[in-house]
């Protein structure tokens, strides 16, 4: 029988034999790659977002009570309605991909069912999007011009959004981060230089404001699409088995995508309608500080989740639990701090919004546990982790939670609506974490491919 090499170098009494560096070469060179894309994020993510926050804090500033009541309700209006009418779509792209990213059909095949499920559902969802848009800002009793510019104005707004999201998955497939952040780093800049010169002008107003950051988006789909389409090979036509697919990938969690579009915004349009045209400028101001964590979010969507749809059985558990416990223990100074010293938080939000000090420590202790079930869901996604069961456990537990906060305590002030966003963010940690032990029990749903060569894993 003959022996392994282990066996002989064994028998001979010699050493096994080092790697040699052609065999070392490929480690490092992955090693080298995977240090590039994350310094490139931090770098590319990190302007933007800087960007991003002093644009925020301009507005909250230099905007009256009033006027950011106004642009705040449109801004919370866009992100809610946006992953409503988005409803996942774009985010089967990478998880379903796979492995398999140098199939350049493939990926146009999903980029491109991805924008024709978005556009239908954007076409059915865009009147009833207006009309309770205008709704809740005839209760405000604003002028009639300023109500129809905001509609506008969130219109655009979502269609280009749109554009922004199945566009952007080409490139975070192929880690091509400095082509997704540059274009949106110089628009960021330009729509800060704009927001200097109208209130230098004495024209910066809520509708200024939101017309100009409609317009920003919808700059944002156009360069991207033109970054996307040298990363696939666009499809002549709509292929119906691929948007069945995509369908199928999505479904299970239909129902709590629908809910969770509005739960991010869910505090902000209680108080619109419960409270006063002040807590309203309120609960919109403290949602910026909850934004100075959306750069970790965005970390988990553009470096996490490729990684993780990549990675082999035998390193997932680790990396899973890994990714958990470096987020939870980053999140404990943070609250700490907000608790104890908020003072820096309200000098971001200028003197309108001195008096929410006791408010500041609970909206980043929201923040951090909303952050940490992000982390989880995008990791249970890019693994096909899209269950029934979590999605009702999500739901049944979300409602009694809020229906029970409602009832017992009510959302009529600030400091109301901050806690009832806090007490919700435990349930989706709970789902979450639900359907991480589920997912590694049962492994993956099997999707019926489009592509005859793929494996049910990818």
Same mark, same amino acid.
């Given at each position: 029988?003959?022996?392994?090499?282990?066996?002989?170098?064994?028998?001979?009494?010699?050493?096994?034999? /080092?790697?040699? $560096?052609? /065999?070392?070469?490929?480690?490092?060179?992955?090693?080298?790659?995977?240090?590039?894309?994350?310094?490139?994020?931090?770098?590319?993510? %990190? $302007?933007?977002?800087?960007?991003?926050?002093?644009?925020?804090?301009?507005?909250?500033?230099?905007?009256?009570?009033? $006027?950011?009541?106004?642009?705040?309700?449109?801004?919370?209006?866009?992100?809610?309605?946006?992953?409503?009418?988005?409803?996942?779509?774009?985010?089967?792209?990478?998880?379903?991909?796979?492995?398999?990213?140098?199939?350049?059909?493939?990926?146009?095949?999903?980029?491109?069912?991805?924008?024709?499920?978005?556009?239908?559902?954007? %076409?059915?969802?865009?009147?009833?999007?207006?009309?309770?848009?205008?709704?809740?800002?005839?209760?405000?009793?604003?002028?009639?011009?300023?109500?129809?510019?905001?509609?506008?104005?969130?219109?655009?707004?979502?269609?280009?959004?749109?554009?922004?999201?199945?566009?952007?998955?080409?490139?975070?497939?192929?880690?091509?981060?400095?082509?997704?952040?540059?274009?949106?780093?110089?628009?960021?800049?330009?729509?800060?230089?704009?927001?200097?010169?109208?209130?230098?002008?004495?024209?910066?107003?809520?509708?200024?404001?939101?017309?100009?950051?409609?317009?920003?988006?919808?700059?944002?789909?156009?360069?991207?699409?033109?970054?996307?389409?040298?990363?696939?090979?666009?499809?002549?036509?709509?292929?119906?088995?691929?948007?069945?697919?995509?369908?199928?990938?999505?479904?299970?969690?239909?129902?709590?995508?629908?809910?969770?579009?509005?739960?991010?915004?869910?505090?902000?349009?209680?108080?619109?309608?419960?409270?006063?045209?002040?807590?309203? /400028?309120?609960?919109?101001?403290?949602?910026?500080?909850?934004?100075?964590?959306?750069?970790?979010?965005?970390?988990?969507?553009?470096?996490?989740?490729?990684?993780?749809?990549?990675?082999?059985?035998?390193?997932?558990?680790?990396?899973?639990?890994?990714?958990?416990?470096?987020? /939870?223990?980053?999140?404990?100074?943070?609250?700490?701090?907000?608790?104890?010293?908020?003072?820096?938080?309200?000098?971001?939000?200028?003197?309108?919004?001195?008096?929410?000090?006791?408010?500041?420590?609970?909206?980043?202790?929201?923040?951090?546990?909303?952050?940490? $079930?992000?982390?989880?869901?995008?990791?249970?996604?890019?693994?096909?982790?899209?269950?029934?069961?979590?999605?009702?456990?999500?739901?049944?537990?979300?409602?009694?939670?809020?229906?029970?906060?409602?009832?017992?305590?009510?959302?009529?002030?600030?400091?109301?609506?901050?806690?009832?966003?806090?007490?919700?963010?435990?349930?989706?940690?709970?789902?979450?974490?639900?359907?991480?032990?589920?997912?590694?029990?049962?492994?993956?749903?099997?999707?019926?491919?489009?592509?005859?060569?793929?494996?049910?894993?990818?």
């Amino acid at each position: 029988m003959l022996k392994s090499r282990d066996e002989l170098d064994e028998a001979n009494n010699e050493p096994t034999p /080092a790697p040699s $560096a052609s /065999a070392s070469r490929p480690i490092f060179a992955r090693g080298r790659r995977a240090i590039g894309i994350v310094s490139v994020f931090f770098l590319g993510q %990190g $302007a933007l977002q800087g960007l991003q926050i002093l644009i925020g804090l301009f507005l909250v500033r230099k905007l009256s009570v009033e $006027a950011y009541a106004q642009f705040g309700l449109a801004y919370g209006f866009q992100i809610a309605m946006g992953s409503l009418m988005d409803f996942g779509f774009t985010s089967t792209i990478i998880p379903l991909v796979g492995e398999h990213r140098d199939n350049r059909q493939l990926v146009g095949r999903y980029v491109r069912a991805a924008k024709y499920l978005r556009d239908r559902t954007f %076409g059915i969802l865009a009147p009833f999007t207006a009309i309770a848009f205008l709704v809740i800002m005839h209760r405000h009793h604003w002028s009639w011009g300023v109500q129809v510019i905001l509609v506008l104005s969130v219109l655009l707004t979502l269609y280009s959004s749109g554009r922004v999201s199945y566009f952007s998955a080409p490139l975070f497939l192929f880690g091509r981060l400095r082509e997704f952040y540059i274009p949106q780093t110089m628009t960021a800049l330009g729509r800060l230089i704009e927001y200097v010169v109208c209130d230098l002008a004495g024209v910066l107003n809520a509708w200024t404001a939101a017309a100009l950051f409609a317009l920003t988006v919808t700059m944002n789909g156009i360069f991207l699409k033109k970054k996307a389409s040298q990363h696939m090979e666009w499809p002549k036509v709509d292929d119906p088995s691929t948007n069945r697919e995509v369908l199928r990938y999505i479904l299970p969690a239909t129902p709590a995508i629908i809910l969770s579009a509005f739960q991010a915004q869910i505090s902000l349009f209680l108080i619109s309608i419960f409270g006063q045209t002040t807590n309203i /400028a309120e609960v919109a101001a403290l949602g910026k500080i909850g934004q100075l964590f959306a750069v970790l979010m965005t970390f988990n969507v553009v470096v996490v989740e490729p990684y993780i749809a990549r990675l082999s059985r035998a390193r997932l558990l680790s990396t899973y639990l890994g990714f958990i416990a470096v987020t /939870a223990i980053l999140s404990i100074p943070a609250v700490l701090f907000a608790f104890a010293a908020p003072a820096p938080f309200l000098w971001l939000l200028g003197g309108n919004y001195k008096g929410l000090g006791s408010s500041v420590g609970w909206v980043v202790f929201a923040a951090c546990i909303n952050h940490l $079930a992000g982390l989880m869901w995008i990791m249970n996604r890019s693994r096909k982790w899209l269950f029934w069961s979590g999605t009702i456990l999500e739901v049944v537990l979300l409602l009694t939670v809020q229906i029970l906060f409602i009832a017992f305590v009510g959302v009529h002030t600030t400091q109301q609506a901050v806690l009832f966003t806090f007490a919700s963010s435990f349930c989706y940690v709970v789902a979450h974490g639900y359907v991480g032990i589920y997912g590694f029990l049962r492994g993956p749903r099997a999707i019926q491919s489009t592509d005859p060569c793929a494996s049910e894993e990818r």
